[in-house]
Nanobody, 126 residues
Framework: QLQLVESGGGLERPGGSLRLSCAAS????????IGWFRQAPGKEREGVSC????????RYADAVKGRFTVSRDKAENTVYLQMDSLKPEDTGVYYC???????????????????WGQGTQVTVSS
């Protein structure tokens, strides 16, 4: 079974940067996309950014466009989320997840993802 481990979370001031990593035990051809999701206290989990493992094509939530960048290193089975210009509203638990959907479009709804990591806390506060 695929295992995903997130790291890189922490406390950062507004305007700062963090880089999250999602290390996969293996990314076989069964898995097609990796997504980053977050959940703030009292809110539903939302998609932040999702990327096609093969093509590298990515999608971003409107709230993070221009500030976050997702990338993948296929050789290392790792996906990164570079978060710049952080805002307090970026606070939450960040999860990475893997999808096995075969689609020309990058899915970025949690229902499309079947394997999940344990999450890493990101807190943006002065």
């Amino acid at each position: 079974q695929l295992q995903l481990v997130e790291s890189g979370g922490g406390l950062e001031r507004p305007g700062g940067s963090l880089r999250l990593s999602c290390a996969a035990s293996e990314l076989t051809v069964d898995y097609t996309h990796i997504g980053w999701f977050r959940q703030a206290p009292g809110k539903e989990r939302e998609g932040v950014s999702c990327i096609s493992i093969n093509s590298g094509f990515a999608r971003y939530a409107d709230a993070v466009k221009g500030r976050f960048t997702v990338s993948r290193d296929k050789a290392e089975n790792t996906v990164y989320l570079q978060m710049d210009s952080l805002k307090p509203e970026d606070t939450g638990v960040y999860y990475c997840a893997a999808s096995d959907i075969s689609s020309r479009y990058v899915p970025c709804l949690s229902a499309h993802y079947v394997e999940w990591g344990q999450g890493t806390q990101v807190t943006v506060s002065s």
